[in-house]
């Protein structure tokens, strides 16, 4: 067993690595620490679009929720926390924030040494619009598991809109999804993420722009 194990953990490791790594991040990524550098740098940058609408959100917030008032079975379907307002600004700043990386890519991937992809429009908005139908989603099902407006719901809370990114990222742009998204850049993600999203929730808490740290 050990002795098929161990190559075949090997065998399936540089399996990701290569998946991971093009030609032009090779050399860094030779050394350990150039490696996941190179991971999360790339996390960051390919998740900024899908980072920023959440904040854009509950700076825009307010006026008539997306489920206009409407209940289901004694509860509200989302929420005021969810409105027309916040999600249209969201998602437009999310789509802002790419086009504006998309113009600097190439100086930033050659001061970086790394290779940070342009987003096409259509992986812009899935990953804008994608981040705010996740965050809407987790409301439905907070609201199914009578949790009110505000309520914490650990791990959905830190990760909903990672999955909505993903997922409509996929659609519509599935070619762009496929090279961007690899192993080694999702589990960067993964553990970037909820650290990232902690963080700026307790400084916007701090501020007094949200009502609760999470
Ligand atoms: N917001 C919005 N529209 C969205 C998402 C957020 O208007 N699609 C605004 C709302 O003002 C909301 C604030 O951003 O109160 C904070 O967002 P969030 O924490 O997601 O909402 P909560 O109010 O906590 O409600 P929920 O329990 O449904 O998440
Ligand atoms: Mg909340």
Known sequence: MRAIGLPLWVVSLSAVVSLTLNRRTL???LSPSGMVWALLATAFWVMLPAYVPNN???LAGGGRPID???SWGGRRILGDGKTWRGTLVGTLAGVGVALGLTAVSEP???AAGISLPAFP????IGLALGA???DIGASFLKRRTGRERGAAFPGVDQLDFVVGALLLTALFAPAWALSTFTPG???AILILTPILHVGTNIIAYKLGLKNEPW
Request: aromatic share 0%; net charge positive; proline share 0%.
């Open 56 to 58: 854009a959100a509950v």
């Open 121 to 124: 429009l259509t992986a812009a």
């Open 108 to 110: 930033v991937s050659a």
């Open 27 to 29: 050399a860094a990524a």
């Open 185 to 187: 850049v999702i589990a």
């Open 68 to 70: 206009g008032g409407r």
């Open 132 to 134: 705010m139908a996740g």
